[in-house]
T-cell receptor, first 117, second 116 residues
Framework: AQSVTQLDSQVPVFEEAPVELRCNYS??????LFWYVQYPNQGLQLLLK??????LVKGINGFEAEFNKSQTSFHLRKPSVHISDTAEYFC???????????????FGAGTRLAVHP | DGGITQSPKYLFRKEGQNVTLSCEQN?????MYWYRQDPGQGLRLIYY???????QKGDIAEGYSVSREKKESFPLTVTSAQKNPTAFYLC???????????????FGPGTRLLVL
Protein backbone atom coordinates (compact mmCIF):
# COMPACT_ATOMS: atom_id res chain seq x y z
CA ALA A 1 0.00 0.00 0.00
CA GLN A 2 1.17 3.49 -0.76
CA SER A 3 2.07 5.67 2.19
CA VAL A 4 3.64 8.97 3.11
CA THR A 5 5.96 9.50 6.06
CA GLN A 6 6.80 12.91 7.42
CA LEU A 7 9.81 12.35 9.56
CA ASP A 8 9.41 15.27 11.94
CA SER A 9 6.20 16.07 13.77
CA GLN A 10 7.52 19.47 14.87
CA VAL A 11 10.29 21.70 13.58
CA PRO A 12 11.24 24.80 15.60
CA VAL A 13 13.39 27.35 13.81
CA PHE A 14 14.45 30.96 14.23
CA GLU A 15 13.30 33.66 11.85
CA GLU A 16 15.49 34.09 8.75
CA ALA A 17 17.05 30.63 9.22
CA PRO A 18 16.75 27.96 6.51
CA VAL A 19 14.38 25.06 7.01
CA GLU A 20 13.85 21.61 5.54
CA LEU A 21 10.72 19.54 6.14
CA ARG A 22 11.24 15.92 5.25
CA CYS A 23 8.85 13.64 3.38
CA ASN A 24 9.30 10.07 2.18
CA TYR A 25 6.78 8.10 0.20
CA SER A 26 6.30 4.51 -0.80
CA UNK A 27 4.94 3.80 -4.24
CA UNK A 28 5.65 1.29 -6.94
CA UNK A 29 4.14 3.37 -9.72
CA UNK A 30 4.43 6.87 -11.10
CA UNK A 31 3.82 9.42 -8.43
CA UNK A 32 2.28 12.80 -8.21
CA LEU A 33 3.53 14.54 -5.06
CA PHE A 34 2.19 17.58 -3.24
CA TRP A 35 2.93 19.87 -0.33
CA TYR A 36 0.03 21.66 1.32
CA VAL A 37 0.09 24.26 4.10
CA GLN A 38 -2.57 24.68 6.76
CA TYR A 39 -2.84 27.76 8.96
CA PRO A 40 -4.72 27.37 12.28
CA ASN A 41 -8.41 26.50 11.88
CA GLN A 42 -8.25 26.84 8.11
CA GLY A 43 -8.34 24.55 5.12
CA LEU A 44 -5.33 23.37 3.15
CA GLN A 45 -3.61 25.50 0.55
CA LEU A 46 -1.41 24.05 -2.18
CA LEU A 47 2.24 25.08 -1.87
CA LEU A 48 3.66 23.14 -4.79
CA LYS A 49 3.37 19.91 -6.73
CA UNK A 50 5.51 17.49 -8.69
CA UNK A 51 3.90 15.76 -11.66
CA UNK A 52 6.82 15.16 -14.03
CA UNK A 53 9.82 16.90 -15.54
CA UNK A 54 12.31 18.91 -13.49
CA UNK A 55 12.92 17.37 -10.10
CA LEU A 56 13.24 20.79 -8.46
CA VAL A 57 9.82 22.35 -8.02
CA LYS A 58 9.24 25.93 -6.95
CA GLY A 59 6.09 26.93 -5.15
CA ILE A 60 4.46 29.88 -3.49
CA ASN A 61 5.88 31.89 -0.57
CA GLY A 62 9.48 31.08 -1.51
CA PHE A 63 9.20 27.33 -0.88
CA GLU A 64 10.74 24.69 -3.12
CA ALA A 65 10.93 20.90 -3.05
CA GLU A 66 13.13 18.32 -4.70
CA PHE A 67 11.85 15.00 -5.98
CA ASN A 68 14.39 12.23 -5.47
CA LYS A 69 13.22 8.99 -7.00
CA SER A 70 16.10 6.84 -5.76
CA GLN A 71 15.53 7.94 -2.18
CA THR A 72 11.72 8.15 -2.58
CA SER A 73 11.80 11.57 -1.00
CA PHE A 74 10.17 14.94 -1.61
CA HIS A 75 11.65 17.30 0.97
CA LEU A 76 10.40 20.87 1.29
CA ARG A 77 12.87 23.71 1.78
CA LYS A 78 12.95 27.44 2.29
CA PRO A 79 16.22 29.39 2.54
CA SER A 80 14.92 32.00 4.97
CA VAL A 81 11.70 31.63 6.96
CA HIS A 82 9.39 34.30 8.33
CA ILE A 83 7.14 34.35 11.38
CA SER A 84 4.21 34.10 8.99
CA ASP A 85 5.41 30.67 7.81
CA THR A 86 4.34 29.20 11.16
CA ALA A 87 1.78 26.57 10.17
CA GLU A 88 1.29 22.86 9.64
CA TYR A 89 2.66 21.36 6.45
CA PHE A 90 1.37 18.20 4.80
CA CYS A 91 3.04 16.05 2.19
CA UNK A 92 0.71 13.98 0.00
CA UNK A 93 0.87 11.50 -2.85
CA UNK A 94 -1.92 10.97 -5.37
CA UNK A 95 -2.90 7.38 -5.95
CA UNK A 96 -5.18 5.93 -8.57
CA UNK A 97 -8.15 3.95 -7.30
CA UNK A 98 -8.43 0.92 -9.60
CA UNK A 99 -12.20 0.92 -10.03
CA UNK A 100 -13.84 3.87 -11.74
CA UNK A 101 -10.79 5.96 -12.54
CA UNK A 102 -10.97 7.90 -9.32
CA UNK A 103 -7.93 9.16 -7.55
CA UNK A 104 -7.30 10.17 -3.97
CA UNK A 105 -4.60 11.79 -1.89
CA UNK A 106 -2.67 9.93 0.79
CA PHE A 107 -1.45 12.40 3.39
CA GLY A 108 1.42 12.30 5.81
CA ALA A 109 0.74 13.05 9.47
CA GLY A 110 1.94 16.62 9.09
CA THR A 111 4.87 18.71 10.35
CA ARG A 112 4.26 21.69 12.56
CA LEU A 113 6.70 24.47 11.69
CA ALA A 114 7.18 26.98 14.49
CA VAL A 115 9.17 30.08 13.55
CA HIS A 116 10.52 32.04 16.52
CA PRO A 117 11.76 35.64 16.53
CA ASP B 1 -14.95 34.80 -6.15
CA GLY B 2 -14.84 31.09 -6.90
CA GLY B 3 -14.21 28.70 -4.08
CA ILE B 4 -15.45 26.14 -1.62
CA THR B 5 -17.59 27.06 1.35
CA GLN B 6 -18.22 24.89 4.36
CA SER B 7 -20.76 25.56 7.05
CA PRO B 8 -21.02 25.85 9.90
CA LYS B 9 -17.50 26.66 11.10
CA TYR B 10 -18.23 24.94 14.44
CA LEU B 11 -20.88 22.29 15.06
CA PHE B 12 -21.93 20.62 18.28
CA ARG B 13 -23.48 17.18 18.39
CA LYS B 14 -25.38 15.56 21.21
CA GLU B 15 -25.21 11.84 21.87
CA GLY B 16 -27.38 9.86 19.45
CA GLN B 17 -27.89 12.79 17.11
CA ASN B 18 -27.22 12.95 13.38
CA VAL B 19 -25.64 16.15 12.08
CA THR B 20 -25.04 17.36 8.54
CA LEU B 21 -22.04 19.34 7.35
CA SER B 22 -22.47 21.48 4.29
CA CYS B 23 -20.00 21.77 1.39
CA GLU B 24 -20.70 23.97 -1.62
CA GLN B 25 -18.40 24.84 -4.51
CA ASN B 26 -18.80 27.25 -7.41
CA UNK B 27 -15.68 26.12 -9.24
CA UNK B 28 -17.64 23.88 -11.62
CA UNK B 29 -15.61 20.91 -10.41
CA UNK B 30 -16.97 17.44 -10.98
CA UNK B 31 -15.14 15.54 -8.22
CA MET B 32 -15.67 16.26 -4.53
CA TYR B 33 -14.17 14.70 -1.42
CA TRP B 34 -14.65 14.61 2.34
CA TYR B 35 -11.68 14.20 4.68
CA ARG B 36 -11.43 13.88 8.42
CA GLN B 37 -8.46 15.42 10.24
CA ASP B 38 -7.34 14.28 13.68
CA PRO B 39 -4.28 15.63 15.50
CA GLY B 40 -1.11 13.83 14.50
CA GLN B 41 -2.85 11.70 11.87
CA GLY B 42 -3.04 13.86 8.81
CA LEU B 43 -6.17 13.65 6.68
CA ARG B 44 -8.17 10.50 5.98
CA LEU B 45 -10.67 10.09 3.14
CA ILE B 46 -14.29 9.49 4.16
CA TYR B 47 -16.24 9.63 0.88
CA TYR B 48 -15.69 10.90 -2.65
CA UNK B 49 -17.84 11.60 -5.67
CA UNK B 50 -16.85 12.08 -9.28
CA UNK B 51 -20.29 12.85 -10.76
CA UNK B 52 -23.77 13.72 -9.62
CA UNK B 53 -25.72 10.84 -8.07
CA UNK B 54 -22.59 8.75 -7.67
CA UNK B 55 -20.27 8.44 -4.68
CA GLN B 56 -17.85 5.93 -3.26
CA LYS B 57 -16.64 5.03 0.22
CA GLY B 58 -13.20 6.11 1.21
CA ASP B 59 -10.98 4.65 3.89
CA ILE B 60 -13.11 5.50 6.95
CA ALA B 61 -16.73 5.63 5.73
CA GLU B 62 -18.34 3.81 8.68
CA GLY B 63 -20.74 6.07 10.56
CA TYR B 64 -20.96 8.61 7.74
CA SER B 65 -23.26 9.13 4.77
CA VAL B 66 -23.27 11.53 1.80
CA SER B 67 -25.44 12.61 -1.10
CA ARG B 68 -24.63 14.26 -4.41
CA GLU B 69 -27.87 15.56 -5.88
CA LYS B 70 -26.27 18.64 -7.38
CA LYS B 71 -22.85 19.17 -8.90
CA GLU B 72 -22.02 22.03 -6.57
CA SER B 73 -23.10 20.40 -3.31
CA PHE B 74 -21.77 17.40 -1.37
CA PRO B 75 -23.20 17.31 2.18
CA LEU B 76 -21.81 14.91 4.78
CA THR B 77 -23.98 13.43 7.53
CA VAL B 78 -22.30 12.22 10.68
CA THR B 79 -24.65 9.59 12.07
CA SER B 80 -25.07 8.35 15.62
CA ALA B 81 -23.19 5.23 14.54
CA GLN B 82 -19.97 7.26 14.41
CA LYS B 83 -18.74 6.79 17.97
CA ASN B 84 -15.84 9.21 17.85
CA PRO B 85 -16.95 12.10 15.66
CA THR B 86 -14.91 14.89 17.23
CA ALA B 87 -12.59 16.08 14.46
CA PHE B 88 -11.96 18.74 11.85
CA TYR B 89 -13.77 17.94 8.59
CA LEU B 90 -12.47 19.19 5.26
CA CYS B 91 -14.20 19.19 1.91
CA UNK B 92 -12.25 19.32 -1.34
CA UNK B 93 -12.92 19.37 -5.05
CA UNK B 94 -11.06 18.90 -8.29
CA UNK B 95 -11.85 19.22 -11.99
CA UNK B 96 -12.18 16.05 -14.04
CA UNK B 97 -10.63 16.04 -17.49
CA UNK B 98 -10.44 13.52 -20.27
CA UNK B 99 -7.77 11.61 -18.37
CA UNK B 100 -9.80 11.54 -15.20
CA UNK B 101 -9.65 13.71 -12.09
CA UNK B 102 -6.99 16.37 -12.30
CA UNK B 103 -4.10 16.50 -9.95
CA UNK B 104 -4.74 19.35 -7.56
CA UNK B 105 -7.45 19.28 -4.93
CA UNK B 106 -8.87 22.55 -3.66
CA PHE B 107 -9.94 22.63 -0.03
CA GLY B 108 -12.65 24.44 1.89
CA PRO B 109 -12.04 26.15 5.26
CA GLY B 110 -13.30 23.18 7.29
CA THR B 111 -15.90 22.48 9.97
CA ARG B 112 -14.92 21.55 13.51
CA LEU B 113 -17.34 19.05 15.04
CA LEU B 114 -17.51 18.72 18.79
CA VAL B 115 -19.53 16.28 20.88
CA LEU B 116 -21.43 17.60 23.91
Amino acid sequence: AQSVTQLDSQVPVFEEAPVELRCNYSSSVSVYLFWYVQYPNQGLQLLLKYLSGSTLVKGINGFEAEFNKSQTSFHLRKPSVHISDTAEYFCAVRVQIPAGGYNKLIFGAGTRLAVHP
Amino acid sequence: DGGITQSPKYLFRKEGQNVTLSCEQNLNHDAMYWYRQDPGQGLRLIYYSQIVNDFQKGDIAEGYSVSREKKESFPLTVTSAQKNPTAFYLCASTPVGLAGPQETQYFGPGTRLLVL
